[in-house]
């Protein structure tokens, strides 16, 4: 029999076919039962009615416990009452294992708190819910690769194992490697894609990164993915309009592609359908004014904190680009402003709704003087970077990119509380399991 996922339901109406699913909910009234089932890409509500099937079937399927695994075999039919909108009528179902009445499926569709559902993520990712974050992550990414390989960038992968630092030593995982050698888990893979725009002119990076960040808000993961751009022969306004760019498109595409996602998340999509080009751009300067104004004690050279980020970000309904932080609190690598060498030609993108920076970038130094002397400033050991001096020494020029945290790009899509439900399996500061 031809199986089908529960998704494709309308192209086989009427056809005998099969779905291979779990149970998702059972209901039942003596001589009539609807499981309803689900595959991954939807869920199906069956119809098994008891004078219609083998004796053994209708009982398989009356007894059936949460989340067993069953293959139920029959037609499909359009039911607008139906949840998906659409039912099937039982003819035959094999249960491939029935989960025990003593060890029941852990998580009921009643409530139950966060560190109860982190520890069993490995299932919490069934939920609707989490299935719903998840897809939208998937489509996401989707659109990030569709940006990027039709504007010419060329992908290429950066190493995770690395042997210096990219911003700043404090949140450094160290990893030991035999003899004796110790590296570091890539906090970005910035400084290789300075190497790879040398040769491939635009590129991007897209994998895992990590930072031992000590703190626990609902922004920051140990591990996270991230994407990265970098182009030769570009500045900060070329960082800015790539980011915008790259922006509206993920953003179309989840519109295009996921709004059943967004209704079981009850995201107000109107809040996404108003993300339009051009975005307001800002300095650093001009936040802080603003964020005085709002009751916020920050000073001049301070870096935003979350709080700043969300205080600033509701003054927008779209995301905000914020150049020219201090020099001071930015990475080594950041070119000074030639008119005003105390800010750094770098930008932040803060996503609206308070869900802060979801882009960071700018334009590199490219001077070999120069970032000899940020390198020492900076306490970075000289020799883990002769290779990224090199960069300076053959055919050097401007250039720039930027890295995007897919886990906070999807939290705000998504409009959710907290980053550690856009990834499958979070690592955070007290979280390394399952
Ligand atoms: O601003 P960041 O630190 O910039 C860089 O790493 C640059 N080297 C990127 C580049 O220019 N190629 O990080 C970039 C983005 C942030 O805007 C945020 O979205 C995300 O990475 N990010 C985190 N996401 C989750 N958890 C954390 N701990 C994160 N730290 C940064
Ligand atoms: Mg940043």
Not at 64 to 85: M, N
Not at 207 to 227: I, Q
Request: aromatic share 10%; charged share 30%.
């Amino acid at each position: 029999m031809k199986r089908i996922t529960i998704s494709s339901s309308a192209q086989h109406l009427g056809e005998p076919v099969e779905i291979a699913g779990w149970l998702y909910n059972l209901r039942s009234s003596g001589k009539i039962c609807f499981p309803q089932v689900r595959d991954g890409s939807g869920i199906m509500q069956c119809v098994a009615v008891k004078s219609q099937l083998p004796e053994a079937v209708f009982d398989a399927l009356k007894k059936l416990t949460q989340e067993s695994s069953v293959i139920i075999r029959g037609k499909i039919r359009a039911e607008s009452r139906a949840p998906g909108g659409f039912e099937m009528d039982v003819e035959d179902a094999t249960v491939m294992q029935r989960v025990a009445e003593e060890t029941p499926y852990p998580i009921s569709l009643k409530e139950h708190g966060p560190e109860f559902l982190l520890d069993h993520r490995h299932l919490w990712i069934r939920s609707r819910r989490q299935h719903a974050i998840l897809r939208v992550r998937h489509e996401v990414i989707k659109a990030v690769r569709d940006y990027f390989d039709s504007n010419g960038f060329t992908l290429v992968d950066t190493p995770i194992f690395t042997p210096a630092a990219c911003e700043g030593t404090t949140t450094l995982f160290e990893v030991n490697y035999f003899e004796d050698e110790k590296v570091y888990l890539t906090q970005s893979g910035q400084l290789y894609n300075e190497a790879t725009a040398m040769a491939f002119g635009k590129v991007y990076t897209f994998g895992p990164t990590f930072r031992a960040e000590k703190s626990k808000t609902r922004r920051h993961l140990t591990e996270f993915w991230m994407v990265e751009p970098e182009m030769a022969y570009a500045t900060l306004d070329d960082v800015k309009q790539v980011a915008e760019e790259l922006i509206c498109f993920i953003v179309d595409r989840v519109l295009a592609n996921r709004r059943a996602e967004l209704a079981i998340l009850e995201r107000d999509v109107a809040k996404l359908e108003a993300i339009k080009p051009p975005f307001p751009r800002i300095s650093y300067d001009e936040g802080v004014a603003i964020l005085k104004r709002k009751g916020s004690n920050i000073e001049w050279g301070g870096d935003f904190g979350g709080t700043d980020e969300t205080l600033l970000s509701e003054e927008f309904d779209r995301p905000i680009l914020v150049d020219r932080y201090p020099s001071e609190i930015k990475a080594f690598y950041f070119e000074p402003d030639p008119n005003r060498p105390e800010v750094a030609l770098g930008v932040d993108v803060l996503a609206p709704e308070g869900y802060g920076e979801i882009i960071g970038g700018g334009q590199r130094i490219h001077d070999l003087d120069l970032l000899m002397k940020r390198i020492d400033e900076h306490q970075l050991p000289r020799e883990a970077f002769e290779w990224y001096l090199d960069l300076r020494r053959f055919g050097s020029v401007p250039h720039a990119g930027f890295g995007m945290g897919i886990e906070r790009c999807v939290t705000w899509m998504t409009g959710i509380d907290h980053l550690r439900e856009t990834i499958a399996f979070p690592r955070m500061l007290y979280r390394t399991r399952p």
